[in-house]
């Protein structure tokens, strides 16, 4: 929700149209978020949750930017989708955070470097992934 929010609150804030496609794997946390804003009476129209037609969404003539957050595989498609056209294209993909830990720091740095990886089971921009002690 955090991933999505980021995109859709600023997008909301500055009065734009936003049409959200969450994930297949995890559409709930965005169904909520659909209701939530449909109970702040939103004018119609101005979020919209569609699901399963990411491929479809962007390539549509009507859709001026694309934000995407998630696997490289699927940005590689998304760039081709939207390659012939002028759509405005923000892509995060597959990050790996590094983790470095100079000679100087304290014992527990490894330790709390590698909870750190796990939180929110490793699904997050800014995981360490990477250690180099």
């Known amino acids: ?17 936003v049409v959200l496609k969450p994930s297949e794997l995890s559409p709930l946390s965005a ?7 449909n109970a702040a009476d939103f004018p119609p129209g101005v979020f919209n949750l569609v699901n399963g037609v990411g491929a479809h969404l962007t390539a549509h003539r009507h859709v001026d930017m694309v934000s995407f957050t998630g696997s490289t595989r699927a940005g590689v498609a998304i760039s081709k989708a939207v390659a012939g056209t ?4 923000s892509l995060e993909l597959a990050c790996k955070g590094a983790n470095i830990i100079f000679a100087d720091a304290d014992e527990s ?8 990886c796990f939180n929110n089971s490793g699904q997050s921009c800014n995981v360490p992934t990477r250690m180099l002690v």
Not at 2 to 14: C, D, E, F, H
Not at 86 to 89: A, P, Q
Not at 109 to 116: H, L, N, Q, W
């Open 1 to 17: 929700m955090n991933q999505v929010m980021l995109k859709v609150a600023p997008a909301l804030a500055a009065g734009c149209t």
């Open 31 to 37: 169904i909520l978020l659909a209701e939530m804003i």
């Open 86 to 89: 002028v759509k405005h294209l």
């Open 109 to 116: 740095a490894v330790t709390r470097g590698v909870r750190r």
